[in-house]
């Protein structure tokens, strides 16, 4: 309900659409398995109980859920039609802490879910496809490896003149843009009329998806290593259109030194990009670009939201210090804005 608040927002109507139009139809459409999103959905109650029911040793209950359901010989139907509005989070922060916690509960389903979907008597497309599906986010964790070494590497072929690696470069900078390109740019023109208008969203969510490529590391890193972490919801304003704000209503959120990171990694690929100009290593460029806009967009929204939050969270203090707030009549308290948390473990 509300994809033209913000880039950031355009950014994840562009990854929905590729989601809900591409992969949720083939997969539903080619027999294979799908996953229910919270979002929107109707359920047999007998499907959830046969299936154990929610469970909540994973983040992603709706993912477990779905799967053990279709484990027991549920079908599901996807209905590409039935539009569902909801809210895109408009802080990066709460998108990053969304995107993590998709990420860690889709590798803990895996491992949770892995050996049995690997002995049932599914067809083996059925099990590839759920296998592939279910670990897709350490791809995030192969993304990083280039990150930190994409650099040198280039200036080694360069400077070293092994041009005989070079179509095995410009094959790989091909296969994991094009196609992803390709990919988003056929949804769009599937939805929307004007799809021609929207092609300019998709180089920027593929450079944002390798800028998120440190924090979604850093959450399927602590599923494979069991560490504990509870649910934290998203949070979300109420935001419908460019003239709704979020001032006054800024959640508190957690901290951590992940920006830092990827403005260290931003700064990286600006100085590898000068470098690249200075010694007419032009190939290079728009891979090292797509790498530097999407660190330095994560980092600098982060940076420049947590400032506001910062300025929200003193400006309210010090109302508060000159006229208190009200005690709630239900519990005695001043009512405060916060992000619940539920445990994710047994």
């Given amino acids: 309900m509300n994809q033209n608040y913000s880039l950031l927002t355009q950014i994840q109507s562009v990854f929905l659409d590729g989601h809900f139009i591409i992969e949720h139809t083939a997969r539903n459409r080619?027999?294979?398995?799908?996953?229910?999103?919270?979002t929107a959905g109707i359920w047999r109650k007998k499907a959830i109980e046969s299936a154990g029911g929610w469970q909540h040793d994973t983040l992603t209950e709706d993912l477990d859920l779905s799967y053990r359901a279709q484990l027991n010989g549920w079908k599901f139907v996807y209905v590409p039609d039935v539009i569902a509005p909801a809210e895109l989070p408009v802080q990066m922060d709460a998108y990053k802490l969304q995107q993590h916690r998709w990420a860690k509960g889709s590798v803990q389903t895996a491992k949770k879910l892995l050996p049995r979907i690997v002995k049932s008597d599914l067809p083996l497309k059925v099990k590839w496809e759920a296998c592939i599906h279910l670990?897709?986010?350490f791809s995030y964790l192969l993304m990083t490896i280039p990150?930190?070494?994409?650099?040198?590497?280039?200036i080694m072929l360069f400077n070293f003149k092994m041009y005989q690696f070079l179509p095995i470069y410009l094959l790989l900078f091909f296969s994991a843009t094009v196609s992803v390109f390709v990919f988003y740019l056929v949804c769009q023109r599937e939805i929307y009329p004007d799809w021609r208008r929207r092609i300019k969203y998709i180089p920027a969510t593929i450079a944002f998806a390798i800028g998120l490529s440190l924090n979604n590391s850093k959450a399927v890193l602590e599923a494979l290593f069991n560490v504990k972490?509870?649910?934290?919801?998203?949070?979300?304003?109420?935001?419908?259109?460019?003239?709704?704000?979020?001032?006054?209503?800024?959640?508190?959120t957690d901290k951590n030194f992940l920006p830092?990171?990827?403005?260290?990694?931003?700064?990286?690929?600006?100085?590898?990009?000068v470098y690249a100009l200075i010694n007419k290593v032009y190939m290079s460029i728009p891979f090292f670009a797509l790498f530097q806009f999407g660190f330095l967009y994560i980092a600098s929204l982060s940076f420049l939201q947590m400032h506001k939050e910062r300025k929200e969270n003193k400006k309210a203090s010090l109302l508060n210090w000159i006229?208190?707030?009200?005690?709630?009549?239900?519990?005695g308290v001043p009512p405060v804005v916060e992000t619940r948390a539920l445990s994710a473990e047994k």
């Fill in 147 to 154: 990150a930190i070494f994409i650099v040198p590497i280039s």
């Fill in 30 to 38: 080619s027999g294979r398995f799908f996953n229910f999103n919270g």
């Fill in 135 to 137: 670990v897709g986010n």
């Fill in 260 to 273: 830092f990171l990827e403005m260290l990694l931003g700064l990286y690929f600006t100085a590898s990009i």
């Fill in 229 to 252: 972490t509870d649910f934290k919801r998203t949070p979300k304003y109420r935001i419908e259109s460019k003239n709704d704000g979020w001032k006054n209503k800024v959640y508190s």
């Fill in 323 to 331: 006229a208190p707030q009200p005690l709630s009549p239900e519990s």
